[in-house]
């Protein structure tokens, strides 16, 4: 996830390599990945066949996760520099998110994109 997140940020906006060198930049990362509401919903998105908007009215009290809604919109962006194909891991989130790809494809999806081959 750091490698494809490093070369969205370099490649789309000009960020610097350092940065995501830096404690702060990592635990960001780590923090999302492994804690809070975004893992727990999109856990329980994998798990219960529910959609993001129940989850989220139910295990947050009506408060957003902030990934999917990104996805979305990194997605768009990628879309719109003509560069989804380098960012199997984006087109993939997106295409279970708002596509309807199931979850059970997510693995076999970046197994078989050209980039990982």
């Known amino acids: ?23 702060c930049g990592i635990a960001d990362l780590v923090t999302t990945c492994y804690g809070g509401r975004n893992r727990r919903v999109a ?11 129940e989850l989220e009215q139910e295990m947050l009290n009506g408060q957003k996760i902030q990934g999917p809604p990104t996805a979305k919109e990194v997605y768009h962006l990628l879309k719109e520099k003509n560069c989804e194909d380098q960012f199997p891991l984006f087109v993939a989130i997106h295409k279970i998110c708002y596509e309807g790809m199931p979850v059970k494809d997510f693995i076999s999806c970046l197994k078989n994109h050209p980039e990982h081959m």
């Not at 856990?43 to 908007?53: L, Q, Y």
């Open 1 to 23: 996830m750091l490698i494809n997140e490093k070369k969205r940020c370099v490649c789309l906006q000009g960020s610097q390599t350092s940065t995501f060198l830096e404690s």
């Open 43 to 53: 856990e329980a998105f994998v798990t219960s066949g529910k959609t993001i908007d």
